[in-house]
């Protein structure tokens, strides 16, 4: 949703921004030519990978930083020398294409790799197999239910305790065999692969995804200069929840008791939300672009 994301955001000559999840670098490479020489793009990415490829384009007004985003007033603290606002703030929550196409991960079952779904190497990750091969089957199914909305998951936490007991679960094709044999045929989707939900629910686990959301919305609308924008585009049910929550407490003033004549809060609204409703790909980048059919744009800006 790059053309949406550029139109609310409103990049200009000498801005400085923050796309807090690199990817494939196209939010920041749009970023970093609207804004020129006299501007800049902090580029986060916890992807070694990512920062790596990137850093090929050698844009000199692009400051990458290979870290998690849920520290982001810290690493704006390391990048600049001095305190600064920001014009506006991008998290695309999606994997990036890249990755999922990069038979080396274990983001895909299409191939079958190591099953490790760790965004980086650096600890900041729950080890996959770890999840797969030690945790409760309730926990399991939990997380199946909840990350992935499973309906079988029950069904399929079971199967993967009863498998790991005759043998480790090592590989995303073991585990998506598993997956698949769980769910009746009759239940498949015509569209997505029946293990498609349970690995989202893994990869969400391992990287503890929803947790660093929750933890970056705070620090983000702190950077924001008065006027400044924060564009989130999400994939997935929960993730929007959280992002359609936080606008919304933000963006609310007096919590006082109805019954009180007078404000004695004196609380200010933080947040004004510019996109009532969410904004969803057009139909020509979802034909183009299969995996951008479940993304959600929600923007608002600072008071």
Not at 8 to 14: A, D
Not at 188 to 200: C, D, G, L, V, Y
Not at 244 to 268: H, I
Request: hydrophobic residues 40%.
């Amino acid at each position: 949703m790059l053309n949406e994301v550029l139109e609310y955001l409103e990049p200009k000559k000498g801005g400085y921004f923050i796309d807090g999840t690199l990817g494939g670098g196209g939010y920041t490479e749009a970023l970093a030519n609207a804004v020129g020489k006299k501007g800049k793009v902090l580029a986060i990415d916890l992807d070694k990978s990512a920062i790596e490829n990137f850093a090929k384009k050698k844009l000199k007004n692009v400051i990458l930083s290979n870290h998690n985003f849920c520290n982001l007033e810290k690493i704006v603290a390391e990048e600049f020398e001095s305190e600064i606002l920001f014009d506006g703030i991008v998290l695309d929550l999606g994997l990036s294409s890249f990755q999922l196409d990069d038979s080396r991960r274990g983001f895909s079952f299409r191939e079958d790799t190591p099953l490790d779904m760790a965004m980086n190497s650096e600890g900041e990750s729950k080890k996959t197999k770890e999840i797969v091969n030690k945790y409760k089957e309730t926990d399991l199914a939990r997380i199946i239910f909840e990350y992935g909305e499973e309906r079988h998951a029950k069904r399929i936490a079971k199967a993967i305790v009863a498998s790991r007991e005759l043998k480790l679960i090592e590989t995303t094709g073991e585990l998506a065999e598993i997956v698949r044999k769980a769910i009746p045929r009759k239940f498949w989707s015509p569209k997505i692969n029946p293990a498609t939900r349970t690995f989202q629910a893994i990869r969400i686990e391992t990287n503890r995804e929803l947790e660093n959301l929750k933890e970056v919305l705070p620090q983000a609308l702190k950077l924001l200069k008065s006027g400044g924008r924060i564009a989130i585009v999400s994939f997935h049910s929960l993730e929007d929840k959280i992002v359609k929550k936080f606008f919304k407490d933000e963006a609310q003033g007096c919590v006082c008791p109805p019954t009180l004549p007078v404000c004695s809060c004196g609380r200010r609204p933080a947040l004004k939300i510019i996109t009532r409703k969410i904004i969803l790909p057009t139909e020509e980048e979802v034909k183009n672009n299969q995996r951008s059919r479940s993304a959600k744009l929600r923007v608002a800006e600072k008071f």
